[in-house]
């Protein structure tokens, strides 16, 4: 196969596509000195304040792994923890100041290398792209993990 997107199919093409942006949040994630769960747990908190079950079904890990990632969090001062308000037994995990501040500046910095890897293409296909990933993940109900962003 040679390097024309038309040789590619679209099972290939969404899997190297995701390997793209896996690299480029990795390497924001160093950046900023974040894992990639952290790195996807601020990202997740701009949005909102979650409470432990629907934090951990939206990052797709277990309790015990959510556990660890939010108490490494905690630590870092990056996120706390408060009571839920609509149910006394649980809790709610909501950015800190400090935490709001890093994913804001991680989002921005991660949002524009991953706009990069759509450079190569002109505006009527990033706009095609864009609705066809679109639709992929509305029918798939994928969680919303990166929230939308409006292009410049």
């Known amino acids: 196969m040679g390097k024309s997107g038309a040789d590619l199919g679209v099972v290939a093409g969404l899997v190297r596509a995701s390997f793209l942006v896996n690299a480029v ?79 804001e500046d991680f989002y921005a910095a991660t949002c524009r290398r991953v706009d990069e890897l759509a450079a190569v293409l002109s505006t009527q296909d990033r706009d095609r792209l864009a609705t066809l990933l679109g639709t992929i993940v509305r029918e798939n109900e994928a969680p919303t993990v990166f929230l939308d962003v409006l292009q410049p």
Not at 38 to 51: A, E
Not at 65 to 71: C, E, M, N, V
């Open 25 to 103: 949040y990795a390497e924001s994630a160093r950046e900023y000195g974040l894992t990639v769960q952290q790195g996807q747990l601020l990202c997740v908190l701009m949005g909102r304040p979650y409470g432990m079950g629907d934090l951990g079904a939206t990052l797709g890990l277990e309790k015990s792994s959510l556990t660890g990632l939010a108490d490494r969090a905690v630590r870092r001062g990056l996120v706390r923890r408060e009571p839920d308000p609509d149910d006394r037994r649980a809790v709610q995990v909501v950015l800190t100041e400090e935490g709001r501040e890093l994913a």
